[in-house]
């Protein structure tokens, strides 16, 4: 089997050198497939980060009339908390959102003057609530409306950003689409490639197959060099493709921590900790596609 | 050895490779198969070594029948019945010890075992001290020998010979005779099918002649008449 092995190698290799350029185009069309898909994985880790970017920054304001008291304030935060939707309540007290106000507009001597007019503190506790997605802003909007505080609520306050989550999860979802339907064309195109490969290399040998037929060639041995020579041709499409990526998504980065702020868009850090995986798992999809269409060129060409 | 029970073969519904054919070849037999062009007799031939499959009939080997082999078995079959074709079928780009060590190699036989084999075969058939040639510098006669070499690398139990002196010059012929009678006598069964009248005649052993797809006469000793 050792031996066999060996020699399976040997002819496998003689197979890539002999129709090298074959074999160059064809790896060519595996690498445009594999960057393909890498490109909808930076794509896809890019919208999670803007979107929970976008999402971190979604909250209710909640303000009560001045003359709700500390209890029902609390009670008001227990009962959000326990909410599945929410994810963090911050309390505000009254003598804090009177100091917060002081403090952001003390150069205005305007607003100075009439807080001065009211006299005392006009603000009431207020509740800053941070939904876990933009899709929960409906749900924690209703149930304030909870008879319970109803009436201790007098405003509620949330800037909509639902809308621009679905704004960039629509641009991104064509993006998807249309890199969806590239990959599996490309595959597609890959598939008929790989096809042909096998069948112009069990052209060129031929003859030596049907040698090989004659004197009682294991069909494992006619077989075996044209799945490995696939399987390397794969291997190789992935190392090339790793190659490219990874400096290609070094480069970006830094670009996009500009929309990102200083954590970046984490598409570096994405390849670096799942590197093995992700490309580990393209060569297994390559590896089936290429051993499907050998299988069927053989099977059409080499009838064993 | 070889067994054929109204063994026939039709290429398409109207072509006709052999028709009704019943043989038995004991081991250890010289048969010659003769007859005109197109009457069958490479499909007899491709039918002992599985290269075609009998549209009727059975064919037994050794034993084994291969009426109906499966395609996995006939790697199997193939390493006991040697081959041996008018054009010799050798690789070029091979040297004569690559050549005969191939067979052995894609049978998966270990690397001492082809040291061991090859120069025996090639021991056998005279070109020992040609090892490192190529095809291309040695004479069809040669070439013949060295494709007969290769057939011999399994020790099989039956020889088949398609016209293998067809492009040979009376001489070579004579020698390629000589050397498959040897074989024949080392205990391997040869079925020679050839057109060479002087071969049959000189052979005086078994003749079968074909006539459209039929044995239309069967004896020892026989000679060539057409
Ligand atoms: N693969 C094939 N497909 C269709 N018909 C075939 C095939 N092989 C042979 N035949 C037909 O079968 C018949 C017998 O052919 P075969 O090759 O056995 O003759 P043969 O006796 O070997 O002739 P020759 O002496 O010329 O080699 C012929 O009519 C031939 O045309
Ligand atoms: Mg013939």
Request: proline share 3%.
């Amino acid at each position: 089997m050792i031996v066999s092995s060996f020699r399976v190698t040997k002819f496998a290799f003689q197979n890539f050198w002999r129709n090298f350029w074959l074999s160059v185009i064809t790896v060519s069309m595996l690498v445009m497939t594999l960057i393909t898909i890498n490109i909808l994985l930076v794509l896809n880790v890019v919208t999670e980060e803007a979107i929970s970017l976008v999402e971190d920054r979604i909250e209710v304001s909640v303000y009560f009339h001045d003359y709700v008291d500390e209890a029902t304030v609390g009670g008001a935060v227990e009962y959000l908390r326990d909410l599945a939707q929410v994810r963090d309540v911050e309390t505000i007290s009254a003598d804090e959102a009177y100091e917060q106000f002081v403090e952001r507009h003390s150069d205005d001597e305007d607003i100075m003057a009439s807080l001065d007019e009211l006299g005392g503190n006009p603000f009431g506790p207020t509740l800053v609530v941070k939904a876990n997605s933009a899709e929960d802003f409906e749900l924690i909007i209703d149930a304030l409306d909870n008879p319970q505080f109803r009436d201790d609520i007098r405003e509620k306050d949330f800037s909509d950003y639902q809308e621009i989550v679905d704004r960039i999860r629509g641009t991104t979802d064509q993006i998807a689409t249309f890199g969806i339907a590239l990959t599996g064309i490309f595959l597609l195109i890959a598939i008929m490639i790989v096809f042909n490969t096998v069948r112009i290399g069990i052209f060129i040998h031929r003859e030596e197959i049907g040698i090989m037929r004659l004197v009682g060639a294991s069909n494992w041995f006619i077989k075996a060099p044209f799945h490995l020579e696939m399987m390397f041709l794969s291997l190789l499409a992935v190392g090339i493709a790793a190659g490219i990526v990874f400096p290609v998504v070094n480069i970006l980065e830094p670009k996009f921590s500009v929309y990102f702020g200083t954590q970046g868009a984490g598409i570096a850090e994405f390849f670096m900790e799942n590197g093995l995986w992700i490309f580990g798992g393209q060569f297994l999809i390559l590896a089936v596609v290429t051993i499907i269409s050998t299988s069927m060129a053989m099977r059409k060409y080499l009838k064993v | 050895m070889i067994r054929l029970k109204k063994v026939s073969k039709t290429y398409h519904p109207n072509v006709v490779g052999v028709k009704g054919v019943s043989l038995h070849i004991p081991a250890g037999e010289f048969v010659s198969i003769v007859g005109k062009s197109g009457t069958g007799k490479s499909t007899l031939a491709k039918l002992l070594f599985a290269e075609e499959r009998p549209s009727s009939g059975v064919i037994e080997i050794g034993g084994w029948d291969i009426t109906h082999i499966h395609n996995r078995d006939i790697p199997l079959l193939r390493r006991q019945i040697g081959v041996v074709f008018q054009d010799f079928k050798l690789l070029p780009q091979k040297t004569v010890y690559e050549n005969v060590a191939f067979a052995l190699q894609v049978g998966g036989a270990k690397p001492r075992r082809i040291r061991e084999v090859v120069p025996k075969v090639l021991e056998i058939v005279g070109l020992h001290e040609k090892a490192s040639r190529y095809p291309r510098q040695l004479s069809g006669g040669e070439q013949q020998r060295v494709a007969i070499a290769r057939a011999l690398v399994h020790s099989p139990k039956v020889l088949v010979a398609d016209e293998p002196t067809g492009n040979l010059d009376t001489l070579n012929t004579r020698e390629i005779v000589d050397l498959l009678q040897k074989i024949n006598e080392f205990g391997t069964t040869v079925c020679l099918v050839t057109h060479d009248r002087e071969v049959v005649n000189r052979l005086k052993r078994r003749v079968i002649t074909l006539e459209d797809g039929k044995v239309a006469s069967d004896v020892e000793q026989g000679r060539y008449k057409l």
